[in-house]
């Protein structure tokens, strides 16, 4: 909630975390309409307690994958900090900590001498901060995913490099894949192709 407000600015920053090409908009318009629905007040727990199951579980569904493919090394679970520069800034994103916390996220909210302790090389302009002791990341995003394709296909699995033009749906669901060199009939299809994948599953 909230964040409509904002989007005026952050079209205008280049470095803003939303940005839509001039020609692009008209098309964008029904999804920003979504987002700002999705963003009122009365749906937002919904959202919450729909998305935290999933990303709950993050480091444990990979421990088992990259302990297989023998690349551990690029998943650190070592936290991550959020900083502000102004207590307003701070104040203003009580909410989503709020919303964070009440499904058990670990926050611990830090002031200006404990950023510069935690992280000396941030420069000295912030004056609060919120630290996630549970979190992490990956070193090193293409390489995982490169070594964990690499070990699917020593464990049996195939990688095949195909353009999917279409999905062929029977009465039970999906039954194959309309390729450029031909079909490829399916038992489970699972959609991953991002920002394109309503192309797909709208079928």
């Not at 551990?72 to 900083?83: E, K, N, T």
């Not at 749906?169 to 399916?186: E, K, M, S, W, Y």
Request: proline share 7%; with cysteine; net charge neutral.
């Amino acid at each position: 909630p909230g964040q409509l407000k904002k989007v005026p600015g952050w079209l205008l920053d280049p470095l803003g975390p939303l940005t839509i090409r001039p020609g692009y908009f008209p098309k964008a318009v029904p999804w920003l309409l979504r987002f700002i629905a999705a963003s009122q007040a009365d749906r937002i727990d919904g959202i919450a307690d729909a998305l935290r199951p999933l990303v709950k579980q993050t480091f444990d569904a990979y421990a088992p994958l990259v302990a297989n493919a023998a690349c551990a090394d690029l998943i650190r679970q070592s936290g991550y900090m959020f900083v502000y520069e102004t207590e307003q800034a701070f104040r203003g994103d009580a909410l989503a900590w709020k919303i964070r916390r009440d499904r058990g996220v670990v926050c611990e909210d830090i002031d200006a001498a404990r950023i510069r302790e935690m992280e000396p090389a941030l420069r000295d302009i912030y004056v609060r901060g919120v630290w996630l002791p549970e979190q992490g990341h990956c070193v090193n995003p293409g390489r995982l995913t490169k070594t964990l394709a690499a070990q699917f296909e020593r464990d049996g699995g195939r990688v095949l490099q195909r353009r999917v033009l279409d999905i062929e749906v029977g009465p039970d669901g999906p039954r194959a894949l309309v390729t450029d060199q031909g079909n490829l009939p399916v038992q489970t299809l699972l959609v991953c192709a991002g920002a394109h994948s309503n192309e797909f599953s709208a079928k």
